[in-house]
């Protein structure tokens, strides 16, 4: 949510009314930010896409719902599956990535990544349709590696005018703590 906040208002989203900010790192959360504000919903949670479903058709693997994004897409997710169809010797998401130019496996698995993400981003702009989306954390580190998988897979997948919405990477190196500092004024305090 900190990390969103930054990223509207300061950094990859500065000047943009509507952001929707996603991490993709060891987890994957969200934040929509609307108007220099912070939409946090009722109990806090709006925004937390982790637990979003994106296929019901996966394995269960821990105690989020079977299929959802962050079990599918999170840089523990490509680990995961970088150790049970690569090696026991992947190490990091980077690991996969490295690997993808020389091994098929390697990259269906960065594929279908990007795929998922492409999925949870539809259902975002449907609900949302912002004037951008602002992807950080660390697997966005590789966005070389399959940023144009997803943004033709999104485009497939949404109604023709939402189809152009930009993706943006992160700008910010600390987007939590400038964030943090943000919050009172952006909440009025």
């Known amino acids: 949510m900190l990390a969103g ?4 208002l300061v950094g990859a989203g500065k000047g943009k009314d509507v952001v929707y900010y996603v991490t993709q790192s060891t987890g994957i959360g969200g934040a929509l930010v609307v108007n220099g504000r912070v939409v946090s919903g009722r109990v806090g949670h709006a925004g937390e896409i982790g637990n979003c479903i994106i296929d019901p058709n996966r394995d269960k693997v ?13 840089g523990t997710a490509i680990i995961r599956k970088g150790q049970a ?6 190490k990091s998401a980077y690991d996969v990535f490295k690997s993808m130019n020389e091994d098929p ?20 702009a449907h609900i949302v ?7 950080g954390g660390g697997v966005s580190l590789s966005s070389d ?13 949404v109604h023709p005018p939402l189809a152009n919405t930009p ?15 943000m919050l009172p004024k952006s909440q009025g305090v």
């Open 167 to 181: 993706f943006l990477k992160a700008e910010l190196a600390e987007p939590g703590l400038i964030g943090a500092a």
């Open 5 to 8: 906040l930054a990223e509207a």
């Open 129 to 135: 349709d912002p004037d951008a989306f602002i992807i």
């Open 62 to 74: 821990n105690h989020l719902n079977v299929g959802a994004i962050e079990n599918e897409a999170s």
């Open 145 to 157: 590696a399959y940023f144009d998988i997803m943004k033709q897979s999104y485009a497939s997948k």
């Open 105 to 124: 496996q390697a990259k269906a698995i960065i594929t279908t990544m990007a795929q998922d993400m492409a999925t949870m981003f539809s259902y975002i």
């Open 85 to 90: 169809l690569l090696s026991e010797e992947i």
